[in-house]
């Protein structure tokens, strides 16, 4: 499999692209397509590979994904039981940099826009308080039509364009222009790596899976997203740890820890700080705290 460029439908009635989805799970391979992509998450949770980044969605996260940038919402394993009855519903927006925008874009008011749209290259994640803004305003242009519909437009990208904490995921310039070839390689080694994220993965084994010797797969890796195997490894590993202490149904930190694949507790503690910034009971510590206060400003 490649990383498969899509072709959104666009209507002759509509200047932007809406689409709700409702399905068993998220489309899992990397795809990517000519428009900038607005998601909000209404029901799900998994994985979220974007560029050079992982990182785990849930149920009301808000999203924008750059234009051509490859990226999959991979579900999580329990989505893919036939058993289970579980399913992922998103709304999306969907708009092309360079179509009708680009006549509203030089207007002088839309300055800030503008420079908005251009620092989305990589994406970005909303976070806080703001999400619940950003997502009613996704809902709002959903749910008008014709010129009504347009202006809801125009000022979900003013919010976002104000948002003061934007979460981007990289600030690093990286090669975002793919291949077919090299979309195959990245996507067989992404799915590979989140397939086997618990056993023992050496660079002899990974790099088989895209018949690279290590020593080649280790600079075409590095080439590619910034990182060394390792660390996206690492990363991988942390990502589903952190869902399960966000789900609050873990028996201890040590349990999550062979979970997740490593081998020692130590080693665990030490690469969950240098990956999230915090010891694993702080994050555990905060993330509840916020969920609680959340909850009570309802």
Not at 227 to 234: D, P, V
Not at 246 to 263: D, L, R, W
Not at 269 to 291: A, Q
Request: aromatic share 12%; hydrophobic share 35%.
């Amino acid at each position: 499999m490649k990383v498969i460029q899509f072709s959104k439908p666009v209507s002759k009635d509509t200047s932007i692209n809406v689409q709700e989805d409702e399905m068993p799970h998220f489309y899992e391979h990397l795809h990517r397509h000519n428009e900038i992509q607005i998601t909000l998450l209404i029901r799900g949770e998994g994985t979220l590979i974007a560029g050079n980044i992982m990182q785990p969605f849930k149920s009301g996260d808000v999203y924008i994904l750059g234009a051509n940038q490859p990226h999959a919402f991979k579900s999580d394993a329990s989505y893919f039981d036939n058993d289970n009855k579980k399913s992922v519903h998103s709304l999306n927006i969907f708009f092309n940099p360079q179509g009708f925008i680009t006549t509203l874009l030089d207007f002088p008011e839309m300055i800030s826009i503008q420079k908005f749209i251009q620092s989305s290259l990589h994406g970005l994640s909303v976070s806080g308080e703001n999400r619940k803004i950003i997502a009613d305003y996704i809902w709002k242009v959903k749910n008008n039509t014709s010129g009504y519909r347009l202006a809801a437009f125009i000022k979900l990208l003013q919010l976002l364009a104000n948002l003061k904490d934007p979460q981007y995921f990289s600030t690093e310039s990286f090669e975002n222009t793919i291949t077919d070839v090299e979309g195959l390689r990245m996507n067989d080694i992404y799915q590979y790596t989140i397939n086997n994220y618990t056993e023992n993965i050496t660079l002899e084994q990974i790099a088989e899976v895209v018949f690279l010797t290590p020593q080649s797969f280790c600079r075409y890796f590095k080439k590619h997203t910034l990182k060394t195997y390792t660390r996206f490894l690492n990363e991988v590993r942390i990502n589903e740890a952190c869902k399960e202490f966000m789900s609050n149904s873990f028996e201890n930190i040590s349990t999550v820890a062979y979970q997740s694949g490593f081998n020692n507790v130590v080693t665990f503690n030490r690469v969950f700080k240098s990956i999230i910034g915090k010891p694993p009971g702080d994050f555990i510590k905060e993330f509840h705290n916020n969920l609680n206060a959340s909850k009570n400003c309802r």
